[in-house]
């Protein structure tokens, strides 16, 4: 069972406009999301996060809203830049009975941008 | 700079001959994970460490094991790899003590190929 879904494998925008990555969710205990950012042969890297207490985050050119209701969150990149182009995971943790946390992650999305 | 660093970054196998990869940390964290990743599919995470502590996932094939001999070290072992286990292996930490607030650190991860 896919907790977290990203339905789209892929998304190519121009340089400049906006990027829109959606991901969606099906465990309504989770309470809070990341965002993960991975070039070819690099490890995926922390970009941005949001608890389920806000419906919006933001960092510079990164926004991410969420919408409980819809089991929805979404993640914004404007203006778009050529260095973007990556494959971006979203990811939930849910508690482990050790003390510590599992990230359920979703397939991701190859966001491609264009010069 | 504090990093998580895995060896080697492609490592070919041969159909049950037994394999190690290995990861380090210098950022101190007491939890260690190790995930699984094929291609288009969501990373999953076959088991991870709380300081010395063990936990394997239910769905984690007996034939992956892993050791911690201390805080810094991590490895994983495949008794008989099989072509099925081909794929990226990414080793990642974080804090147990920072909850949610404690994103993931990833390694550059391992890519496996069993011929």
């Known amino acids: 069972d896919q907790q977290v879904k990203q339905n789209s494998p892929s998304l190519s925008v121009q340089e400049g406009r906006i990027s829109i990555l959606n991901c969606d969710y099906t465990?309504?205990?989770?309470?809070?999301f990341l965002w993960y950012k991975k070039y070819p042969a690099e490890g995926p890297t922390f970009l941005i996060s949001i608890s389920s207490i806000k419906d919006k985050n933001e960092d510079g050119r990164f926004t991410v809203f969420l919408n409980k209701s819809a089991k929805h969150l979404s993640l914004h990149i404007v203006p778009s830049q050529p260095g973007d182009s990556a494959v971006y995971f979203c990811?939930?943790?849910?508690?482990?009975?050790?003390?510590?946390?599992?990230?359920?992650f979703g397939t991701g999305t190859r966001l491609k941008v264009l010069a | 700079d504090a990093m998580v660093i895995q060896n080697p970054r492609y490592q070919v196998t041969q159909f049950g001959k037994p394999v190690t990869l290995s990861c380090s940390q210098t950022l101190n964290h007491n939890v260690m994970y190790w995930y699984q990743q094929k291609s288009s599919q969501a990373p999953k995470l076959l088991f991870h460490?709380?300081?010395?502590?063990?936990?394997n996932e239910a769905d984690t094939p007996d034939n992956f094991q892993s050791r911690r001999p201390n805080t810094s070290f991590c490895f994983l072992d495949i008794r008989s790899p099989g072509l099925g286990d081909a794929a990226m292996y990414l080793c990642?930490?974080?804090?147990?003590?920072?909850?949610?607030?404690?994103?993931?650190?990833f390694g550059n991860g391992t890519r496996l190929t069993v011929t």
């Open positions: 990811a939930a943790p849910t508690p482990l009975t050790s003390g510590t946390y599992k990230y359920i």
């Open positions: 990642a930490t974080s804090t147990r003590t920072g909850g949610y607030n404690s994103p993931l650190h």
């Open positions: 460490y709380y300081d010395k502590d063990f936990n």
């Open positions: 465990n309504s205990m989770f309470d809070y």
